[in-house]
């Protein structure tokens, strides 16, 4: 299927402000309606200025100069880690989402690297025999004002007083 659409898939696409706009859409049907509210809520700006910072690597999927879906992902000497995704739900036929893996799956395999892709929804992964990993999380909040620093305080005193125990006697 990859195949049949790979001239529709696009890396490092030249990009315009309606073009983020798009991509905004596409991650809040997925990541805000279909799945959680609570996920963030990445806006134009946000995906313009990521796009602008040229860290992360940008994949789309075009018909007719329209974006119907994109990846971002980020590439390590051994690693492929699929970022963000968005697809436009209402055109199932075309299988959007299992190109755009498909692609990355590809790139994998093609340059001998690992395909990570995430940690999140584990039964679902397990049912299909994925190993456990520990993944972690980094926040800075050092900029914040006090009132919400102390959350994150009081997470980071809880984790340096547990944490150590909990890895040590395989609790989770």
Same mark, same amino acid.
């Given at each position: 299927?990859?195949?049949?659409?790979?001239?529709?898939?696009? $890396?490092?696409?030249?990009?315009?402000?309606?073009?983020?706009?798009?991509?905004?859409?596409?991650?809040?049907?997925? @990541?805000?309606?279909?799945?959680?509210? =609570?996920?963030?809520?990445?806006?134009?700006?946000?995906? /313009?200025?990521? @796009?602008?910072?040229?860290?992360?690597? =940008?994949?789309?999927?075009?018909? $007719? !100069?329209?974006?119907?879906? =994109?990846? *971002?992902?980020?590439?390590?000497?051994?690693?492929?880690?699929?970022? *963000?995704?968005?697809?436009?739900?209402?055109?199932?036929?075309?299988?959007?989402?299992?190109? #755009?893996?498909?692609? #990355?799956?590809?790139?994998?395999?093609?340059?001998?690297?690992? &395909?990570? &892709?995430?940690?999140?929804?584990?039964? @679902? !992964?397990?049912?299909?025999?994925?190993?456990?990993?520990?993944?972690?999380?980094?926040?800075? @909040? +050092?900029? &914040?004002?006090?009132?919400?620093? #102390?959350?994150?305080? &009081?997470? !980071?005193?809880?984790?340096?007083?547990?944490?150590?125990? *909990?890895?040590? /006697? +395989?609790?989770?």
């Amino acid at each position: 299927m990859a195949r049949k659409y790979s001239k529709n898939l696009i $890396d490092e696409p030249k990009l315009n402000e309606n073009d983020f706009s798009v991509m905004e859409k596409l991650y809040r049907q997925l @990541y805000i309606d279909k799945h959680n509210q =609570f996920n963030p809520k990445y806006n134009t700006q946000w995906f /313009e200025e990521v @796009y602008r910072l040229k860290y992360y690597t =940008f994949r789309v999927f075009k018909e $007719d !100069k329209d974006i119907l879906a =994109f990846v *971002i992902f980020y590439k390590t000497s051994e690693t492929i880690f699929p970022l *963000i995704v968005g697809y436009d739900r209402s055109n199932e036929n075309k299988k959007l989402y299992e190109i #755009l893996f498909g692609s #990355l799956l590809k790139d994998s395999l093609s340059s001998n690297l690992e &395909l990570f &892709l995430s940690g999140g929804a584990s039964s @679902y !992964k397990k049912n299909r025999g994925t190993e456990t990993h520990f993944e972690f999380e980094a926040v800075y @909040y +050092d900029h &914040l004002p006090l009132h919400r620093k #102390l959350p994150w305080k &009081l997470i !980071k005193l809880m984790y340096d007083k547990f944490a150590q125990r *909990i890895y040590s /006697e +395989d609790i989770i």
